[in-house]
């Protein structure tokens, strides 16, 4: 997918960019963003639009010298986005960012909340400088504060968390609190990555452009935010493990009470195991066998024996 915005009164206005299945050549836009693009969108950004879009493999290029860098082709910026898909699972996707002549150009693998979330507040929202480089801050604006909301959900679902596992190990919920801190351990490292990634970038951006005055002002603010999203981040990183070791002591503990049980019901029927044993061994002289009462003599001995041992486990404290 391709789109292309222009600024008209200062607001960003999506173009048409094909006129009877034929492709318009535009000269008066600020923002191309690419979506999963086809060959046929990529040769129409190279051949009407005139810009070279990097491909897939160096999309996700780790490197910070492969990531923030400026060539031929532009100022270039890689950064990763937070999102979750259709079915909950969450990750970070990899956008480049390209400025060249006073325009910008983003490639993405997918749509993301945060481009989406831009889009419907620039219809309304009027831009003041009108660069590449204040839509692309206010992109990073945007990210940040889908990050701190997600921490704010994180921590309220870590409370319920905790109070299921500290207070209600019994509940059937507990087993399902294991997986669902996992879940979130990977969603607080997921925004940690972020987090730096863009912090990274504003720092790029400040020290290798020449901005304004208020859009140095605003990577600054950004970047604050993002000192003070970090350690909040940190801390819920830390309180989940807790969370986590914690189930797992309380499962070992569940464990080694069962096992107790086990052990000593077994240790409590040792004794009349012992004497039924006894008795039912094959010899030809057994002199109780003639008894007249040997029978119930040796149930009540049977009995009396495991109670013994029952009152000796109670005084113990083992029961």
Same mark, same amino acid.
Do not use: C
């Given at each position: 997918m391709l789109n292309i915005f222009k600024l008209k009164k200062k607001s960003l206005r999506k173009l048409k960019i094909y006129k009877k299945k034929k492709p318009i050549k535009i000269t008066n836009y600020i %923002?191309? !963003?690419?979506?999963d693009p086809t060959i046929e969108e990529r040769m129409y950004v190279l051949n009407i639009l005139g810009q070279r879009i990097i491909q897939r493999p160096k999309l996700f290029n780790i490197e910070s010298s492969a990531r923030f860098y400026i060539d031929r082709d532009g100022l270039h910026v890689h950064s990763?986005?937070?999102? *979750? !898909?259709? +079915? +909950?699972?969450i990750s970070n996707s990899a956008v480049a960012f390209t400025i060249k002549n006073n325009k910008l150009y983003s490639l993405r693998e997918k749509e993301l909340p945060a481009f989406r979330f831009y889009r419907i507040k620039t219809k309304k929202k009027i831009l003041i400088h009108c660069n590449p480089y204040e839509l692309l801050l206010n992109l990073f604006e945007i990210k940040i504060e889908q990050l701190a909301n997600e921490i704010e959900n994180i921590y309220k679902d870590l409370e319920n968390l905790t109070q299921i596992i500290l207070r209600d190990q019994n509940n059937q919920k507990f087993n399902s609190s294991i997986s669902e801190l996992s879940i979130k351990e990977d969603t607080t490292s997921k925004i940690r990555i972020c987090l730096? !990634?863009? *912090?990274r970038a504003l720092n790029f951006l400040i020290r290798k452009t020449v901005l304004k005055k208020l859009q140095i002002e605003q990577a600054k603010e950004i970047i604050r935010d993002i000192e003070s999203l970090l350690p909040h981040n940190e801390s819920i990183f830390q309180k989940i493990n807790f969370l986590i070791q914690s189930s797992i002591e309380f499962l070992n503990i569940e464990q080694n009470r069962i096992i107790k049980i086990f052990s000593l019901i077994s240790v409590l029927f040792l004794p009349p195991t012992l004497l039924s044993s006894s008795y039912g061994m094959n010899f030809k002289y057994i002199?109780?066998? +003639? %008894?007249k009462y040997g029978y119930p003599i040796t149930?009540?001995?049977m009995f009396t024996l495991s109670f013994i041992s029952y009152i000796y486990f109670k005084i113990k404290k083992w029961l």
């Open positions: %923002w191309a !963003d690419l979506i990763f986005f937070f999102y *979750k !898909d259709s +079915n +909950n699972r730096s !990634d863009t *912090k002199p109780e066998l +003639n %008894w149930i009540i001995g």
